[in-house]
């Protein structure tokens, strides 16, 4: 079995400050995580993963996230917030052999100028 | 990554009709699936598409309300039947790249039923 938790279900941020989006994951196998973004009227698209191996993962536009097995955290960050990071953002877990995904419940993420 | 398109992207139904969502892949891909995302909320997967055989459907979703074809390994399709307002959502499907452990979605189809 395996879930997300997403804390906040809105985070505001003023442009050029610090996004930090907090996931934590349950997963009785070694998990597999993912964060995607939505933006508005859009499909989701991939951020980053992490599988195996490095544990601080490098995505597109700017954003990293770090795997903290003993926290059991998945958290997403990037250091200077830009308007058209405004989206809703979801993390995934997925586990072993079993390629489902398990969303959570997301996070809209709001830049202010 | 792999390019998924869907057809419609999105459509205005009527109580008690069908509507079948078409999901094309431009490369073969081994697994296919459908999510459901309600109004304001989260991802919640329906069903993995399998090839020649029947759909493997998630605990709440059965095959008579969401029959599921996929032919060959490039196309699935998702029928939603018999609507109420309460399938109004989107429906998006995804493919998962075997070499990246990745999966990539849909644009999304965008059904409200009236």
């Known amino acids: 079995a395996q879930s997300v938790t997403q804390l906040g279900s809105h985070v505001s941020v003023s442009e050029g400050a610090l996004v930090l989006l907090r996931c934590n994951y349950s997963s009785s196998v070694p998990p597999y995580l993912f964060w995607y973004v939505q933006y508005p009227n859009q499909g989701l698209q991939l951020l980053l993963k992490?599988?195996?191996?490095?544990?601080l993962v490098k995505g597109i536009n700017g954003f990293e996230a770090e795997f903290k097995k003993s926290e059991t955290s998945f958290h997403l960050t990037k250091p200077s917030a830009h308007m058209s990071d405004a989206a809703e953002y979801f993390c995934?877990?997925?586990?072993?052999?079993?390629?489902?995904?398990?969303f959570g419940k997301g996070t809209l993420l709001t830049v202010n100028p | 990554s792999a390019v998924i398109s869907q057809k419609p992207s999105r459509d205005i139904c009527q109580r008690g009709t069908s509507l079948t969502i078409q999901c094309q892949v431009d490369s073969q891909v081994t697994m296919m699936f459908w999510y459901r995302q309600q109004p304001g909320q989260s991802l919640t997967l329906i069903a993995t598409a399998n090839q020649g055989s029947e759909a493997t459907y998630e605990s709440g979703f059965v095959i008579d309300k969401f029959p599921i074809s996929r032919p060959n390994l490039t196309f699935s399709t998702l029928t939603v039947s018999n609507m109420s307002p309460e399938d109004s959502s989107i429906y998006l499907c995804s493919d998962r790249q075997q070499a990246y452990n990745e999966q990539f979605f849909g644009p999304g189809t965008r059904l409200t039923v009236l």
């Open positions: 992490y599988t195996t191996g490095a544990t």
């Open positions: 995934a877990v997925s586990g072993g052999s079993n390629y489902k995904l398990t």
